[in-house]
């Protein structure tokens, strides 16, 4: 199996069938994804498929075979960027295992919405939980990364 | 407060990275003793580069702090870092933390009971005041003048004359000058502080934005196996028969391991089942789903969540074993004008951290070396010691970073299971804990039932107040005839209950436990606080007050108090009562700001309600406001929240009100949605949603925190706002519907979330 990640071609041996979180962990060494629940319940294995975020547990390998896997690790551009400063600006993470997958969230939802609102930004970020509880936070910082990017 | 004089020392044969480094280690003690030993620990064999250096500067210039506590997004590192660069007068991007390994040597490690800058506030302002202290001397010898004309500013020591020498340039002097006395170092008074009391950003963030960082499910050892286990259903179950056929038919599984069966007590020995080793995560998840395993139930086959509680209930509404005792409650509440009485409940909870338990182990003949995400590192390098037979110091424990918490990892049955499993199978293991396996094998919040009744006077104060309370005990874990609440949990809440009441009695009743208990996130207090802070707004709807004003009155005039003379055995979170005495003031104190953060007494839109709740934990005083609205069908929604906390002095305000944002969300979810039930002795949730966590959709819009400006000694910070959530929400929901919850939680898995409306109260 071929897969492109974070815009680098891998040959990778699994089976199809193995879910895109493990490839990616466990052959890949790309740890930055993670397993949370393995049912897509919790959001933190959030990765983008050609742009658009999937939650990599329940995603089989196979199927993203020729499109392009973008990972926490390969994350660019300035929407990401100014997510990633926002973040920082507050310290919004605790203890940061969901903050991959909410960056992730955070920074698809951006490129969909440029200056979403509080029930778009609901929306978008429900299916990313975090037992810390940052959502305050995480509200806050993407209004400043949407007001930065602009 | 001040240790004495031996507690620091230098190591002078210390080196980083292969020159000289001045470096200082800190003999931590306990009970008075003593614990480092007196080799160069240089010497001792660990996992740990560094491991004489508590903390050290290198001819470079960069400070390495050994931090001995896990961080696990409570920003220890950040907190440490910021008391040892205050008096070092460090530069900020020169300190680099490196984890420590859990060893004897580092003192206290146990991640646990908000007390990593209580514990540390002293002793690492001291050691960098000292290293200050010897630089500003090797630079006044090399100008020939004297160490009063120098001082160390930001990495530098700087003359009066205004010349000035890098910090990094100075060790190979500083290193052969003696240690100057802790009694003789002049800490920097307050105002001077630079980044004490400072929102100082975290020194864990930046690399987290990056998906940097290795938490323990992310450790990876050449040649590493990936391990997953079927555990018994009921706690000291075991296989009857195992059928593994199945299993070996799954491409990439190499082996199964049967794990000795587990008998009482629980301890933090593995729950034994069998172990599927594969080659990735997947193929032994997939390989577990495979096995056919008969079950024996064992001892608590019988657990059932619904039978324990009508029991539990019935147990409260008789007299219990007296615990601690003002006046005659009895007679009083005979001749009150007006009685009220009160049934609360509150289920199992699980930790549920985002990063379910994972540990990694490899052996090197008789030694095995750890990596996990542990609260306890010592406790796991002794759980694993006498699990596999080994001596401590053949075990050493990494420790990562850690994805959440909440009490759950400083159980490290998961790093004994990883030792047992590597030995096996003669390769480096990972055990890896999938949500299924968190949820059906925790170490639970304790289930408890508790009745308030509180008797009046004709003007309707509250003359005579008892308090009983049941649920199975912490210590069964250790030692299941341990069946009566234990005089750690009752001080959580309730033996330290602050109210003014003439007449007061608090009574208990011993539980069996059928499941492994431990302590969870502010742990007893959660039901204490729950059942004495909702009571106390019933008392006031019963004499038709103000809940917010009869909550004070409750709390009455400032004073100290100590529950110790009135029977109870009363350790205050192991701080001593003069330093940190139980001070109504405070409590009463940010009662009243809580309430005017929230403009208590406004009027309301129809189908709104306020709630206030105040409780003082691990030595720290909060209370906090929530408004909710209940609309026409029911559906409820958090519009506010507003807490105030007096933790004394707080290190970091940013990182202190993160903790009181996080700690008051994580006591309205488990309010609203935390239930752990078991059938059969099983526990019946075995992912999300099924064990409900708040989401951000139900997270409130609006929350502010306020932090007390104080000069009294550090409070804990990590679980004080989660006791008064859960009250709080319910008497706000209270004062919008007349609904009273006293059942926990208020809604279920089934996501109906309805509140049920009895009045309106409207404004």
Not at chain 2, 86 to 103: C, N, P, R, T, Y
Not at chain 2, 742 to 747: A, C, E, G, S
């Amino acid at each position: 199996m071929k897969l492109e990640i974070n815009g680098k071609s891998h040959e990778v041996d699994a089976s199809e069938n193995t879910p895109l979180l493990w490839v990616l962990r466990d052959h890949l060494g790309l740890t930055g994804t993670k397993f949370g629940c393995g049912v897509a319940q919790c959001g933190a294995c959030t990765v983008h498929v050609d742009g658009v975020p999937r939650r990599a547990c329940v995603t089989p390998a196979g199927s993203v075979e020729g499109r392009s896997v973008v990972t926490i690790e390969g994350l660019s551009g300035p929407k990401a960027e100014a997510v990633r400063k926002a973040w920082e600006a507050i310290d919004v993470p605790q203890c940061g295992y969901c903050q991959s997958g909410q960056i992730m969230s955070a920074v698809a939802l951006l490129q969909e919405v440029a200056r979403p609102d509080d029930t778009q930004i609901d929306q978008a970020m429900a299916g990313n939980l975090c037992r810390c509880a940052t959502y305050v936070r995480i509200r806050r910082a993407i209004h400043s990364a949407a007001g930065e990017e602009g | 407060m001040a240790p004495d004089d031996s507690f620091l020392k230098v190591d002078r044969r210390a080196f980083v990275g292969g020159s000289a480094a001045l470096a200082l280690q800190l003999v931590l003690r306990r009970g008075g003793r003593a614990i480092a030993a007196e080799k160069s620990l240089a010497e001792v064999e660990g996992g740990d580069a560094t491991p004489s250096l508590w903390i050290a500067i290198g001819a470079d210039g960069v400070v390495r702090l050994t931090c001995h506590r896990s961080e696990m997004g409570q920003q220890v590192w950040t907190a440490m870092a910021q008391l040892l660069a205050e008096e070092l007068e460090a530069d900020w991007s020169k300190i680099e933390i490196v984890q420590a390994i859990g060893h004897p040597r580092y003192g206290d490690q146990n991640t646990d009971g908000s007390r990593s800058v209580r514990k540390n506030f002293h002793r690492l302002r001291i050691a960098g005041a000292a290293m200050r202290t010897m630089l500003e001397a090797a630079a006044a010898k090399r100008w020939r003048t004297k160490p009063s004309k120098c001082r160390g500013e930001q990495h530098f020591v700087v003359h009066t004359s205004g010349k000035r020498i890098a910090y990094g340039d100075l060790i190979e002097d500083a290193m052969k000058l003696p240690m100057p006395k802790p009694s003789a170092l002049a800490l920097k008074p307050r105002e001077r502080w630079r980044y004490i009391g400072k929102p100082v950003p975290s020194l864990t963030v930046p690399k987290i934005t990056h998906g940097e960082g290795t938490f323990g499910q992310d450790v990876r050892i050449p040649g590493m196996r990936y391990a997953v286990i079927a555990r018994p259903p009921q706690v000291f179950g075991s296989p009857s028969t195992v059928d593994d056929a199945a299993t070996f038919r799954v491409p990439g599984v190499e082996k199964t391991v049967r794990l000795p069966n587990a008998s009482p007590p629980a301890l933090f020995a593995p729950l034994g089942g069998v172990a599927v080793v594969a080659r990735d995560t997947w193929s032994a998840i997939q390989g577990r789903r495979a096995l056919r395993i008969d079950w024996e139930a064992g001892p608590n086959g019988d657990y059932d969540s619904a039978k324990f509680e009508a029991a539990m209930m019935a147990a409260v509404r008789e007299k219990g074993e007296v615990r601690r005792k003002r006046g005659d409650v009895y007679a009083t509440l005979t001749s009150s004008a007006k009685r009220v009485d009160a049934e609360y409940y509150v289920p199992h909870l699980a930790h549920a951290p985002m990063e379910p338990p994972a540990a990694t182990a490899r052996w090197d003949g008789d030694r095995v070396e750890l990596w996990g995400c542990g609260q306890t590192p010592q406790r796991a390098r002794q759980t694993v010691a006498k699990i596999c037979g080994v001596p401590e110091d053949n075990v050493t424990i990494n420790i990562t970073w850690l994805g959440g918490a909440f009490g759950r990892k400083s159980k490290p049955d998961f790093f004994a299971e990883a030792a047992l499993i590597a030995r096996e199978v003669g390769a480096p293991v990972k055990v890896v804990w999938t949500r299924e396996d968190d949820l059906q094998h925790g170490y639970y919040h304790t289930v408890s039932a508790q009745r308030l009744e509180g008797g009046f006077d004709d003007e309707g104060k509250c003359v005579a107040l008892v308090h009983r309370t049941a649920f199975p005990p912490i210590p069964s874990t250790f030692d299941p005839t341990q069946r009566s609440p234990s005089w750690g949990e009752l001080r959580l809440g309730a033996s330290d209950n602050p109210f003014v009441v003439p007449n007061l009695q608090l009574e208990s009743h011993a539980v069996d436990a059928k499941i492994r208990i431990g302590w969870l996130r502010s742990v007893a207090n959660i039901y204490h606080a729950f059942a004495v802070q909702s009571f106390a707004a019933e008392l006031a709807h019963a004499v038709g007050r103000d809940p917010k004003d009869y909550l004070l009155e409750l709390i009455g005039p400032p004073r100290t108090f100590d529950p110790n003379e009135e029977g109870a055995e009363y350790d205050n979170y192991g701080s001593s009562l003069s330093e940190y005495p139980l001070d109504t003031g405070r409590l009463a104190n940010v009662t009243k700001i809580a309430a005017k953060m929230a403009k208590w007494g406004r009027d309301l839109p129809q189908g709104h309600g306020l709630g206030i709740a105040a409780h003082r934990s691990f030595v720290t005083y909060v209370a906090t406001a929530v408004e909710v609205a209940v609309d026409e069908d029911g559906q409820l929604t958090i519009v506010g929240v507003w807490s105030a906390m007096d933790a004394g002095t707080v290190v970091n305000p940013r990182h202190a009100a993160a903790q009181m944002e996080g700690g008051t969300l994580f006591g309205l979810s488990n309010a609203l949605y935390g239930e752990i039930t078991a059938k059969g002795g099983a526990v019946q949730q075995a992912n999300f949603p099924a064990w409900r966590v708040m989401r951000m959709n139900e997270a409130p819009r609006s929350m502010e925190v306020h932090i007390v400006e104080s000069n009294a000694p550090p409070g804990g910070v990590g679980e004080p706002a989660t006791p008064p959530a859960a009250p709080a929400l319910a008497n706000a929901i209270f004062a919008a519907t007349g609904t009273r919850y006293r059942r926990l939680p208020i809604f279920g898995a089934d996501r109906r979330d309805r509140i049920e409306r009895i009045e309106r109260k409207g404004a």
